[in-house]
């Protein structure tokens, strides 16, 4: 079969689910963000000022563009990443005038990209904390700067806005910024020979590099790459060469190498440690330029810290960052779920690391867990309303708990409309608004289809698929394929994990017996019309943890096709740790369009409460306890605290 080189052209999102969401983004969420931005909104504080994310008045993040242009006069504000809550609008902006194309909105993204270009310097730099407020420090505390983070996300989404625009400008800033870095750092004399504290620019070059296909920039990333834990003793010197009482943020000056994952060379790496969002970051960016250097020992790299995630540090919601005490991994098989820290952003990042690997490889593991961040754990992170957000996404909570114990007030129950560290906002309807990037993954003459979500899309110009589907809520997917040029190829299909002994697909209506290669099968395809179907079982199936994970020994989660559920006080009495599901229940699966925007709940007559013999004794000697019959509902977990505040849980015993 003659080698295509098959390339999505265009992508139309047809699914009810995502279709809601996407014009959540359009109308709710990125003109509410703008206002946010600009200071034109008040901010609804909902949560105690301790819970992660922490409490502000306002954001001043165009403000503070403005002062560093010159355009207005006044200090700098908030955090000294405080410009990436813009990069990241500017980039979800971006996917939204992809699929809806609005003027005012086209005149407000315009203004930010003129805005922006007015306030980088004539080398390239931008970082306005230092513009504003300490020019003499530029690139002397890159432990806690966040100079070359901010950057980062500044040139992808310049990179997002050209692409979608064509806006020459914001490509040019992107550019300008990377050659400013690109004149900084590397090994050659007189560069400085370190690493940001915060790992993006990696990923960031790599995005630049493939939309401009000028090498320095893939060089550039493959150093920073390569050169992080080469030097140990980098940070320290430059804190000490700076002063070693200036830190930006009390504490990280002396948490240790570890927390940036640099104490090593990735090479040498053999698990995600540190920083949550750093080591994704770092991760995403590893994997990108392993592909595109073809670099074996970085690609085997990726690969272990890929499997150390998924598989002994990863909820079961797809959250990862076990404790609040620096928004860190801790260790294997420590997944606490009432003290987890779960950040949005984290979610996001997995989803990009996901995608980076399945770029590498074909492979139905990858699409595995895209798929379970985008209905469950990053999802989370988002209000119905698209104007809420939730920083930490616990797998567990109890309001009392988050009030009355500082080992659990990082943890909110309701979700805030901003915050003073506002990363997650932007980050997750950036996710959402370019969620038709990651339904389907082409390699030469091969089409994957990973993401389940109803759609119309032409590669090429001679082949269009359209998927007939109500995912999440139902496992039967329609595919019609037209191939006008009759054109070879491969067409695979995603199997997921918790339907790999339960499945069928007919082509044309013939039942096929079809192997299962990395979670994927494969039909070729040759006709100018071929029509796939397929059946995925979405029967309630309980999931159970390895017996290592101790916080989840004798419980279950409840999980229906990709969609991970948990009960909430809402709709069930508390405590929810009293309920007990019996060894096999049996569960109702009811879609309710009047409920939460629509889904489906799972109802169960199969369950006990536990209560007290005695109600006012702590403890008891050896007295079997009182149960009682109930019945229990489950929700999405995705849409938990979006009606009243309450306990909620995703794991129960059994």
Not at 386 to 401: I, R, S
Not at 446 to 462: C, G, K, R
Request: hydrophobic share 35%; glycine share 6%; charged share 25%.
């Amino acid at each position: 079969m003659k080698n295509q080189n098959l390339k999505v052209q265009t992508v139309k999102v047809n699914s009810k689910f995502w279709g809601r969401y996407r014009d959540l983004m359009s109308e709710e969420s990125i003109p509410f963000q703008w206002n946010m931005i600009n200071d034109r909104d008040k901010v609804e504080v909902t949560n105690d000022p301790f819970a992660a994310g922490g409490a502000t008045d306002k954001s001043h993040a165009i403000a503070n563009l403005k002062i560093a242009a010159g355009q207005q006069q006044g200090d700098f504000f908030g955090m000294d990443f405080q410009d990436t809550d813009v990069y990241k609008w500017l980039e979800s902006a971006a996917y939204v005038l992809s699929y809806a194309p609005d003027e005012k909105l086209k005149e407000e993204t315009d203004s930010v990209v003129d805005l922006i270009a007015d306030a980088q310097e004539d080398d390239g730099y931008l970082s306005t904390m230092f513009q504003i407020e300490m020019p003499e420090r530029k690139f002397k505390r890159l432990q806690q700067s966040h100079e070359l983070y901010s950057m980062g996300h500044y040139i992808e989404a310049g990179v997002a806005y050209y692409e979608v625009t064509g806006n020459v400008k914001a490509l040019n800033i992107a550019k300008k910024m990377a050659d400013c870095i690109n004149n900084h750092f590397g090994t050659e004399n007189g560069k400085i020979l370190g690493i940001p504290g915060h790992p993006e620019i990696e990923l960031a070059l790599a995005r630049l590099y493939e939309v401009t296909q000028e090498k320095r920039y893939l060089d550039l990333a493959k150093y920073f790459i390569k050169q992080r834990g080469k030097d140990t003793s980098f940070f320290d010197k430059q804190n000490k060469a700076d002063g070693i009482d200036r830190d930006f943020f009390p504490v990280l000056g002396t948490i240790g190498n570890r927390y940036y994952f640099a104490d090593k060379p990735v090479t040498e790496q053999t698990d995600v440690h540190g920083h949550a969002v750093r080591v994704l970051y770092f991760c995403t960016g590893l994997a990108h330029v392993a592909r595109l250097t073809g670099d074996e020992e970085l690609k085997k790299a990726a690969n272990r810290l890929w499997t150390d995630v998924i598989k002994k540090q990863m909820y079961v919601t797809g959250n990862v960052g076990q404790t609040g005490h620096g928004e860190a991994f801790t260790y294997d098989y420590d997944l606490p779920n009432d003290t987890v820290y779960g950040e949005t952003c984290a979610s996001v990042a997995m989803v990009f690391f996901a995608k980076q690997m399945l770029n590498t490889r074909l492979d139905g593991q990858f699409g595995d867990v895209i798929e379970k961040e985008l209905f469950n754990g990053a999802l989370s992170g988002i209000a119905l309303d698209g104007k809420h957000y939730f920083y930490v996404n616990p797998l567990e909570a109890d309001p009392k708990a988050s009030k009355g114990n500082q080992g659990k007030n990082h943890i909110a129950t309701r979700r805030s409309s901003w915050f003073a560290c506002a990363c997650c906002p932007s980050n997750i309807t950036r996710l959402i608004s370019s969620v038709d990037k990651y339904l389907y993954e082409t390699s030469e003459n091969t089409i994957l289809s990973d993401q389940f979500i109803a759609n119309s899309t032409q590669f090429n110009d001679e082949i269009k698929i359209n998927l007939d589907s109500d995912y999440p809520w139902s496992g039967n997917l329609k595919y019609t394929i037209e191939n006008s040029k009759k054109v070879g190829f491969r067409f695979g299909i995603r199997i997921p994990n918790w339907s790999a002994n339960s499945f069928e697909i007919r082509v044309n209506g013939e039942e096929q017996q079809l192997s299962v290669q990395d979670q994927i099968v494969y039909v070729e395809i040759k006709d100018s019309s071929t029509m796939i179907t397929v059946q995925f079982n979405m029967k309630a199936q309980l999931i159970r943890t390895n017996v290592s994970v101790k916080d989840n020994l004798g419980k279950v989660a409840v999980q229906r096709g990709p969609i991970v559920y948990c009960a909430e006080e809402t709709d069930n009495e508390k405590n929810l740790w009293q309920y007990k599901l019996s060894q096999y229940p049996s569960f109702k699966d009811i879609y309710r369009g009047d409920l939460l925007d629509g889904v489906v709940t799972l109802e169960t007559d199969d369950v006990q409460k536990i209560e007290n013999t005695t109600s006012d004794t702590l403890y008891t000697l050896d007295e079997e306890a009182k149960t009682e019959k109930t019945h229990l509902r489950l929700i999405p977990y995705y849409s938990w605290a979006n009606r009243s505040e309450g306990q909620m849980t995703v794991w129960l015993h059994q």
